[in-house]
Structures are given as structure tokens and as C-alpha cells.
């Protein structure tokens, strides 16, 4: 790898910009950039930055690759903002993607696999069921294993508290990997949720595992359980609606006073 080190104008005193350009492999060519604070911190993206630097230097028009103020991104920032704070006023709703992180792996054949034996004789069967289901990945909650979401001062988030009712099931039975492994099923599943309902599951869930249920025991939900939670996202609701409508009406105000600045200058 080569390094080149370079002052950065565009932030304070003292700091460094590094880029660092591959020389071997697949990534041949390209090129990673770090940045250094005068005390020698390594910052490897730009939110990391602004949750360094806070207030003190403005951020939004900073191209983090190239180290320079970009003014006309801000302006295409802003340009967004106003439209989607206009959707917003009409009516629209914002966009609350929960899809899951999935492995995008290409497969290198076409699915299903057929073996052709070379006899005249030989007549090609196909599932078509199966040629409709995609392949999953067993235990795929292990690879999130050890992750926390956090706050922008970095503090890390607590997790919810499962019923004791739940059981986990599987090579892992932590409570993280258990609610990964329900919020997936509640998300990306349309049957019921009843757990593992086979015995066998539980001797060896690497071969009798139910892939469309989560990995815990077969349970069951009370009506107590339900007005519980029933209670709960309606809480969860009104204090998501009145913090996007407060966030909202706070850019509108933000964006007047830039315009009002920007009439009287």
C-alpha cells in the first residue's frame, strides 16, 4: 500500500489527511482516506468527525474523499430538505426502512441444482416449488453477534427485555440473538409465530430446525401479554409523532431564518 499525507485546509490547524491507495488484489487501485487530528486520532468516516469536531466547524458542504468545501452540495442538501419537508406537509409519510441485513452473495449457478446423468434414457425432473424458494442462510443471526446500536455521543443503546416465557433454541442462546431472530420473523414472515413445535429441533437444530420460525421453544401469548403491549406502541407512537413533528417544524424555522438572512445580506 502507498500513503500519502497531506495538510487539510478546510479544517483547523494541525490536522493531516491520509490516502492510502491499494496495490495488490481485486481493490487494485483504490484508495482509502483517514484523517488525523493534531493530537494523532484517526477518523475513518465523516460522521466520526462531526461527532469530534461538534460545533466548532461546520460540516455540511465537507467532502470527506477529496478534503474540500463543497458548497454546491450544500445547496443540493438543502434543496432536498425543503422537498421532503414539503412531501412531508402534504401529507407524505417518511421513510422508515426496517429491511434486514442480508447477504447479497451472488451464486455462481442457477438454482435448483439438477445432476444430468449423459444416457439416452434420462429424463430431467424439476421441483417447481423448490425452484421458487430462495436459499437461506442457517443461523444467520450469529453474524450480527457482538453489534449495539448507539447514540451520536456513542453510548450504547439498552436492548428491550424479552418475556420469560421465551426460550432460545439453537448453537446460540443469548437474549440479543433471540430478538434478532423474532424481529426477523415479525418483519420479513407473513405465517404465525409459534417458535420450534418439533421436539427434534431441540436435539439437533442444525438439521430439524424450522427456518420460517424463530429459534426459541414453541409458546404461547396471553391476552395480558397483548393489552401490555398493545400499550406500548401506542406510547411508542405519540412520542414518535410529537418528535417528528417537533424536528420538522424546527427545520422549517431554520430554513425561514436562512432565507430571511440570506434577502437582508
Known amino acids: 500500500m502507498e500513503k500519502r499525507r497531506s495538510d487539510c485546509p478546510a479544517l483547523p490547524p494541525g490536522w493531516k489527511k491520509e490516502e492510502v491507495i491499494r496495490k495488490s488484489g481485486l481493490s487494485a487501485g483504490k484508495s482509502d482516506v483517514y484523517y488525523y487530528s493534531p493530537t494523532g486520532k484517526k477518523f475513518r468516516s465523516k460522521p466520526q468527525l462531526a461527532r469530534y469536531l461538534g460545533n466548532s466547524v461546520d460540516l455540511a458542504c465537507f ?4 478534503g474540500k468545501m463543497m458548497p454546491g452540495k450544500l445547496q443540493k442538501n438543502k434543496q432536498r430538505l425543503r422537498h421532503d419537508l ?3 406537509a402534504k401529507g407524505g409519510k417518511p421513510d422508515l426502512n426496517t429491511t434486514l441485513p442480508i447477504r447479497q452473495t451472488a451464486s455462481i449457478f442457477k438454482q435448483p441444482v439438477t445432476k444430468v446423468q449423459v444416457t439416452p434414457e434420462n429424463k430431467v425432473k424439476t421441483d417447481l416449488q423448490r425452484a421458487t424458494e430462495q436459499p437461506t442462510q ?3 443471526e450469529r453474524r450480527l453477534k457482538g453489534l449495539q446500536s448507539s447514540d451520536v455521543s456513542e453510548k450504547v443503546q439498552r436492548t428491550m427485555d424479552l418475556p420469560k416465557g421465551l426460550q432460545s433454541v439453537g448453537l ?3 437474549d440479543d440473538t433471540l430478538l434478532r431472530a423474532i424481529t426477523s420473523a415479525l418483519h ?3 405465517s404465525p409465530i409459534t417458535g420450534q413445535t418439533s421436539v427434534a429441533a431441540e ?3 442444525a438439521i430439524w ?3 420460517s420460525q424463530p429459534l426459541c421453544k414453541a409458546f404461547t401469548v396471553t391476552d395480558e401479554q397483548i393489552r401490555e403491549q398493545e400499550l406500548k406502541v401506542h406510547q411508542a407512537r405519540r412520542s414518535l409523532e410529537e418528535a417528528l413533528m417537533a424536528d420538522g417544524l424546527a427545520r422549517a424555522a431554520e430554513n425561514t431564518r436562512e432565507m430571511q438572512d440570506g434577502m437582508t445580506a
Open 172 to 174: 446460540d442462546s443469548s
Open 63 to 66: 467532502d470527506f474523499r477529496t
Open 209 to 211: 430446525l424450522n427456518t
Open 203 to 205: 436435539k439437533n437444530p
Open 138 to 140: 442457517l443461523f444467520w
Open 188 to 190: 420479513m414472515g407473513s
Open 86 to 88: 414539503l412531501s412531508l
